[in-house]
Protein backbone atom coordinates (compact mmCIF):
# COMPACT_ATOMS: atom_id res chain seq x y z
CA UNK A 1 0.00 0.00 0.00
CA UNK A 2 1.04 3.63 -0.96
CA UNK A 3 -0.01 6.32 0.64
CA UNK A 4 0.89 9.96 -0.06
CA UNK A 5 3.56 11.57 1.96
CA UNK A 6 1.96 14.75 2.30
CA UNK A 7 -0.79 14.20 5.23
CA UNK A 8 -3.01 16.96 6.39
CA UNK A 9 -5.10 16.74 9.09
CA UNK A 10 -8.49 18.95 9.23
CA UNK A 11 -11.15 19.56 11.99
CA UNK A 12 -14.06 19.87 9.33
CA UNK A 13 -15.69 18.81 5.77
CA UNK A 14 -15.78 22.47 5.32
CA UNK A 15 -12.12 22.36 5.24
CA UNK A 16 -11.79 19.38 3.13
CA UNK A 17 -14.31 20.70 0.87
CA UNK A 18 -11.32 23.97 0.40
CA UNK A 19 -8.81 21.71 0.28
CA UNK A 20 -9.53 18.82 -2.01
CA UNK A 21 -10.04 20.39 -5.17
CA UNK A 22 -5.99 21.89 -4.97
CA UNK A 23 -5.23 18.38 -5.40
CA UNK A 24 -4.66 17.01 -1.60
CA UNK A 25 -4.68 13.33 -2.14
CA UNK A 26 -4.40 12.64 1.82
CA UNK A 27 -6.03 13.31 4.42
CA UNK A 28 -7.48 13.16 8.19
CA UNK A 29 -10.43 14.35 9.61
CA UNK A 30 -9.80 14.85 13.32
CA UNK A 31 -12.72 15.93 15.43
CA UNK A 32 -12.59 15.71 19.05
CA UNK A 33 -15.76 17.22 20.20
CA UNK A 34 -18.97 16.50 18.39
CA UNK A 35 -21.84 14.75 19.61
CA UNK A 36 -22.75 11.29 17.20
CA UNK A 37 -24.38 12.62 14.26
CA UNK A 38 -22.42 15.88 13.91
CA UNK A 39 -19.78 12.79 13.75
CA UNK A 40 -21.77 11.03 11.26
CA UNK A 41 -22.90 14.26 8.80
CA UNK A 42 -18.92 15.29 8.48
CA UNK A 43 -17.92 11.92 7.95
CA UNK A 44 -20.70 11.46 5.53
CA UNK A 45 -19.46 15.03 4.00
CA UNK A 46 -15.75 14.22 4.16
CA UNK A 47 -15.97 10.67 2.33
CA UNK A 48 -18.47 12.30 -0.44
CA UNK A 49 -15.74 15.33 -1.19
CA UNK A 50 -13.08 12.76 -0.87
CA UNK A 51 -14.19 10.54 -3.32
CA UNK A 52 -15.22 13.53 -5.57
CA UNK A 53 -11.31 14.28 -5.77
CA UNK A 54 -9.62 10.83 -5.75
CA UNK A 55 -8.36 11.81 -1.90
CA UNK A 56 -8.05 9.19 0.84
CA UNK A 57 -10.06 9.70 3.56
CA UNK A 58 -8.65 8.81 7.40
CA UNK A 59 -11.30 9.13 10.08
CA UNK A 60 -9.63 9.92 13.43
CA UNK A 61 -10.25 8.10 16.70
CA UNK A 62 -14.14 7.03 15.64
CA UNK A 63 -13.46 3.35 14.07
CA UNK A 64 -17.55 2.46 15.08
CA UNK A 65 -18.56 5.49 12.91
CA UNK A 66 -15.77 4.67 10.36
CA UNK A 67 -17.13 0.73 10.29
CA UNK A 68 -20.79 1.92 9.87
CA UNK A 69 -19.84 5.00 7.37
CA UNK A 70 -17.99 2.15 5.18
CA UNK A 71 -14.56 4.31 5.88
CA UNK A 72 -11.10 3.03 3.96
CA UNK A 73 -9.05 3.72 7.30
CA UNK A 74 -9.35 5.03 11.00
CA UNK A 75 -6.11 6.32 12.86
CA UNK A 76 -6.15 5.46 16.43
CA UNK A 77 -3.75 7.06 18.92
CA UNK A 78 -2.11 4.95 21.60
CA UNK A 79 -4.59 5.95 24.37
CA UNK A 80 -7.66 4.72 22.42
CA UNK A 81 -6.18 1.65 20.45
CA UNK A 82 -6.52 -0.66 24.13
CA UNK A 83 -10.47 -0.13 24.06
CA UNK A 84 -10.95 -0.54 20.20
CA UNK A 85 -12.48 -3.80 18.76
CA UNK A 86 -9.09 -4.43 16.32
CA UNK A 87 -11.14 -7.12 15.14
CA UNK A 88 -13.95 -5.98 13.90
CA UNK A 89 -11.87 -2.73 12.23
CA UNK A 90 -9.85 -6.15 10.43
CA UNK A 91 -13.41 -7.91 9.26
CA UNK A 92 -14.89 -4.87 7.89
CA UNK A 93 -11.74 -3.89 5.80
CA UNK A 94 -11.11 -0.45 7.49
CA UNK A 95 -7.32 0.01 7.52
CA UNK A 96 -5.73 0.89 10.65
CA UNK A 97 -3.09 3.41 11.37
CA UNK A 98 -1.54 4.14 14.25
CA UNK A 99 0.44 7.14 16.23
CA UNK A 100 3.66 6.84 17.79
CA UNK A 101 5.42 9.63 19.82
CA UNK A 102 8.17 7.45 21.54
CA UNK A 103 10.23 4.44 21.40
CA UNK A 104 7.78 2.19 23.38
CA UNK A 105 4.77 3.37 21.49
CA UNK A 106 6.48 2.27 17.81
CA UNK A 107 7.36 -1.17 19.53
CA UNK A 108 2.89 -1.30 20.50
CA UNK A 109 1.66 -0.01 17.16
CA UNK A 110 4.62 -2.33 15.93
CA UNK A 111 2.78 -5.32 17.64
CA UNK A 112 -0.88 -4.27 16.50
CA UNK A 113 0.50 -4.69 12.73
CA UNK A 114 -1.29 -1.72 11.46
CA UNK A 115 -1.87 -1.12 7.60
CA UNK A 116 0.58 2.55 8.84
CA UNK A 117 2.50 4.01 11.55
CA UNK A 118 2.48 7.68 12.07
CA UNK A 119 5.68 8.91 13.46
CA UNK A 120 6.40 11.88 15.30
CA UNK A 121 6.40 14.50 16.25
CA UNK A 122 9.66 15.81 14.47
CA UNK A 123 9.53 19.34 15.05
CA UNK A 124 8.20 21.58 18.02
CA UNK A 125 4.56 21.98 17.52
CA UNK A 126 2.28 24.97 19.18
CA UNK A 127 -1.41 23.28 17.70
CA UNK A 128 -1.34 21.53 20.66
CA UNK A 129 0.44 20.43 24.06
CA UNK A 130 3.15 17.60 23.70
CA UNK A 131 4.49 15.70 26.32
CA UNK A 132 7.01 14.26 24.08
CA UNK A 133 9.50 15.92 23.05
CA UNK A 134 10.37 16.30 19.05
CA UNK A 135 12.41 13.46 18.07
CA UNK A 136 14.10 14.88 14.95
CA UNK A 137 14.72 13.81 11.50
CA UNK A 138 17.55 11.41 12.47
CA UNK A 139 15.60 9.60 15.01
CA UNK A 140 12.59 9.79 12.86
CA UNK A 141 14.18 8.29 9.88
CA UNK A 142 15.68 5.55 12.04
CA UNK A 143 11.84 4.59 13.04
CA UNK A 144 11.53 4.72 9.38
CA UNK A 145 13.81 2.05 8.38
CA UNK A 146 12.66 -0.06 11.39
CA UNK A 147 8.73 -0.17 10.82
CA UNK A 148 9.51 -0.46 6.94
CA UNK A 149 7.48 -1.70 4.62
CA UNK A 150 4.09 -0.50 6.83
CA UNK A 151 3.84 3.50 5.33
Keep these: MKLDPFYLIVDSAAWIERLVPLGVKLLQLR ?3 M ?3 GLRTEIRKAKALCAQHRCQLIVNDHWRLAIEEGCDFVHLGQEDLQPA ?4 IRVAGVRLGLSTHDHIELE ?6 PD ?3 LGPIYPTILKKMKWAPQGVE ?12 P
Excluded at 85 to 88: F, V
Aim: charge should be positive.
Design 31 to 33: IKS
Design 35 to 37: DEA
Design 85 to 88: DRSR
Design 108 to 113: TAMAAE
Design 116 to 118: YIA
Design 139 to 150: RISEWKRRVAPV
